[in-house]
């Protein structure tokens, strides 16, 4: 029997993880509320002037952006462990670390993707310049599939945990902070008319090396955790 490729596992995965998501949209959602939350409530909190809202738009969005990342993180690999589908994956014929970053991928497909569809709107409501759109946009487009990857390197490292939430928001936070500093700056640098693909090309470069390197990273923390 032929063992299956690359390309048909990911077929696999990919309609299996697409289904779960259908199923549980209503935890999908989350994020998605919570950023609704953050940007309908902040004005009442400081005010609806313009000019205000406006300046911090950028920072507001991106943390909003971050900490809904943060809700669904805990479920990325639980669900897997709790009913034996991550021991199948690991007897699978294909890379532990393609499968792993597989789910990831859909991960940020299922919860960061329809934030940065919805940005335009958000942005309205924030008062955000337009000409500060394209910039927010390409550094959410950038930073948010590696925050996925990061925050999966530190889900599969707490999967055996049983209450893992706080210590998951612990060890994330801080791997966080040079993301959003650097997405959020690219947009503030933009605002004050100063260059900002410089400071999104290094974010590009940590999304590279990310990209080779969390899902091998996590598939052996996802082994670690099951040994």
């Known amino acids: 029997m032929n063992r299956p ?88 014929p294909a890379p532990l670390a393609w499968l792993v970053g597989l789910r990831i991928g859909v991960h940020w497909l299922t919860t960061a993707l329809p934030l940065i569809v919805l940005t335009p709107v958000l942005a309205k409501m924030l008062y955000l310049p337009g000409n500060l759109l394209g910039p927010l946009l390409v550094s959410l487009l950038v930073g948010t599939p590696l925050l996925s990857l990061v925050g999966g390197v530190v889900a599969a490292l707490t999967v055996g945990m049983r209450r893992s939430g706080m210590m998951m928001g612990l060890l994330a936070l801080p791997l966080y902070v040079p993301i959003l500093v650097f997405g959020a700056g690219s947009v503030m640098a933009a605002a004050q008319g100063m260059p900002w693909i410089g400071v999104l090309a290094l974010l590009a470069g940590g999304l590279a090396l990310a990209l080779v390197l969390a899902p091998l990273a996590a598939a052996t923390a996802l082994r670690i955790a099951l040994t």
Not at 36 to 46: H, S
Not at 47 to 58: F, I, M, R, T
């Open 5 to 92: 490729g690359l390309a048909s596992s990911a077929r696999a995965m990919l309609a299996r993880d697409l289904r779960l998501v259908w199923r549980r949209r209503g935890d999908a959602t989350q994020p998605l509320v919570f950023v609704l939350l953050v940007v309908t409530l902040f004005p009442l909190a400081i005010g609806d002037d313009p000019g205000l809202l406006s300046a911090v738009a950028p920072g507001v969005l991106w943390i909003a952006v971050l900490l809904s990342g943060l809700l669904t993180l805990d479920t990325l690999f639980r669900g897997d462990q709790e009913d034996g589908s991550l021991e199948q994956m690991m007897l699978s």
